[in-house]
């Protein structure tokens, strides 16, 4: 009965950990591609490829549902993947459309006509290959008009992040922050459109100023799985146990995991 978390690297921890808690009784597999990460500097075909390698081994693990926690793969390979790659028997769902109920106040089978919405001017902090696919621009436009979606790149901070150094990710969240205000100068919303960015959510929200509501993915992912689960409760997978895989030094990633989570994680060799 396990359910499959694929992310680029650490940052679908966030998600994971939410999850769990939300889900205590489901065993989750964890596939982080710590190798390759990370994927938002990366072209199309690339991330595409390592993409479908990550999934294909959750599905060995007995994943028949597999999210992709890592924005970037689900911005730039999860409608290609969809369409043509998926096997009937099996799902891969994002992280998007969870964002997109929040900021619509709409359910996802809801195929009606794009309607107002209450927030009009929204800012999108993502990796690089996340903006330059305008996946979420693309998905909220089927669901809102006049919404104004300013999106910034935010090069580096996923490095960051990765090797530990908090001090530098700062920096680069609030230059970030910096570029997109002089651009957008007062957004109602932002978008944490990347799984690595909750744990800077406090810098990002400090930056912005206490007017802008900040969506975070992690619990409403976590929401969004319950209630899919409990509707597709077939969707569940043959596996039993949780696992933590990487394409990364385990030892490395474990000792790196276990400083995100606050609790001893054990990755093995994916």
């Not at 969809?82 to 709409?106: C, H, M, N, Y």
Request: hydrophobic share 40%; charged share 25%.
């Amino acid at each position: 009965m396990a359910v499959g978390i694929f992310d680029s690297g650490l940052g679908g921890l966030t998600v994971l950990d939410a999850v769990t808690k939300r889900l205590p009784d489901v065993p989750f597999v964890y596939y982080g591609d710590n190798a390759h990460t990370p994927y938002g500097v990366r072209d199309s075909e690339d991330i595409y490829e390592k993409t479908t390698a990550g999934v294909t081994r959750l599905f060995d693990a007995g994943c028949d549902l597999v999210i992709l926690a890592c924005n970037t793969a689900a911005a730039v390979a999860l409608r290609r993947m969809q369409e043509s790659w998926v096997p009937e028997d099996k799902r891969v769902l994002g992280v998007f459309v969870p964002l997109i109920e929040a900021l619509t106040e709409r359910q996802w089978g809801d195929n009606s006509p794009p309607t107002e919405v209450a927030v009009k001017e929204v800012a999108l902090f993502a990796t690089p290959a996340t903006v330059s696919s305008r996946a979420f621009q693309r998905e909220l436009a089927f669901r809102a008009i006049g919404v104004d979606v300013e999106a910034q790149p935010c090069g580096g901070v996923v490095d960051a992040i990765e090797d530990g150094d908090m001090i530098l990710a700062e920096a680069l969240v609030r230059s970030h922050v910096e570029a997109l205000q002089r651009r957008m100068p007062k957004p109602q919303a932002a978008i944490l459109g990347c799984t690595h960015y909750p744990l800077m959510e406090e810098v990002f929200q400090d930056a912005l100023g206490e007017g802008v509501k900040v969506y975070s993915q992690a619990n409403l992912v976590a929401e969004s799985l319950a209630d899919y689960l409990t509707r597709r409760p077939e969707k569940i997978g043959p596996g039993t146990e949780p696992a933590f895989l990487t394409t990364g030094d385990p030892a490395r990633v474990s000792n790196k995991a276990t400083q995100f989570l606050r609790r001893k994680i054990a990755f093995t060799s994916a």
